[in-house]
């Protein structure tokens, strides 16, 4: 028989690490925010929190405890519920009928 090959081995790029529960929640309170074209001053007021803190839970870096979820969420019409149903999926197409 013939000598065996070795190929090189194949080089695979990592996956990605998933995204953070509270990644996911930001983005979508942020999609939310600026689909309703309103300014983080406005929303954040509405919500009881300051603007800081507001800015710090849409792009994920903080963890806002269940209260401040359902001020914030509130703030933009939303109940805590239907915000986790677009976090879980933050792909899907969300069509207003």
Request: hydrophobic share 40%; charged share 35%; net charge negative.
């Amino acid at each position: 028989m013939g000598e065996i090959l070795r190929l090189p081995a194949q080089q695979t790029r990592p996956a990605a690490p998933e995204p953070l529960w509270r990644e996911l929640v930001g983005r979508e309170l942020h999609r939310e925010r600026t689909r309703r074209e309103e300014r983080l001053v406005d929303v954040a007021e509405r919500a009881g929190v300051s603007v800081q803190y507001l800015s710090e839970v849409e792009r994920g870096l903080k963890d806002p405890s269940s209260e401040m979820l359902q001020a914030i969420a509130g703030a933009l019409d939303l109940d805590v519920r239907e915000l986790a149903g677009r976090a879980s999926r933050p792909d899907a197409l969300c069509l207003a009928a």
